[in-house]
């Protein structure tokens, strides 16, 4: 199989559907999968529901598509899909972020030795180098590269998240709450959220758990 990739983990499976494959493709190996799995496990006698976590890559599947899936694993009573998940933020979200009235927007490239503050919300499409930081009172919402620090609620706002790709960073910081990137094992995507929990450490993960890691957040912008 070219386009469907399965990895197994606790309690279910990931499956990956490679972005440049075509959708109908992806659907007859997503078939024939479900079909293998399903007899195999009914060999073994195991009726236990499993869970597909579907990770789409940089693709955004369609409202038709995600049905289309979610219709084909009905056929297996003994699967079920937790979640599809993209490597995306789509346009409608980035124009969310930016419709908010304290959201600015900026095109810096910080450079190493720069510090940069903007007050409020940032929607930062620009790029930070290794050695710079990037730093907001708000909540910070990345599209751009991000080689060096960045720091949202500066200095004492934990209710601020960062949202994007930190997978080059080399530190987050949010409030005085700090995690050093640079060894981190921790995987991020253009969605990651990250986040001060209810324990007030730094904590991660995805805008499809915004509604639940920031109702209020959640509520304002509608949902991403």
Partial sequence: MHNVVLKGHQGGYQLTLKQNGAFTAIIGELG????????????????????????????????????????LIEQYPQFRVEKIESGVMTKAAAKAWKEQDSVHISRLVIRSGQEIQIDGDVLFIGTVHRGGILRATGSVYLVGKIEGVVQAGFPDREEAIVVGDLSQAIQVRIA?????????????????????????????????????????????IGEA
């Fill in 32 to 71: 024939e999968l479900f079909a293998k799995l399903s007899r195999e496990r009914s060999g073994q006698g195991d009726e236990q529901i499993v869970g597909f976590k579907i990770n789409t890559e940089n693709r955004l599947l369609t409202d038709r598509e995600k049905q289309q899936i979610q219709e």
């Fill in 176 to 220: 005085d709450n700090i995690d050093i990137l640079a060894d981190s094992d921790q995987t991020f995507t253009p969605r990651s959220v990250t986040y001060i929990n209810d324990l007030h450490m730094l904590d991660y993960g995805n805008l499809d758990e915004l509604k639940a890691i920031r109702p209020k957040l959640y509520n304002k």
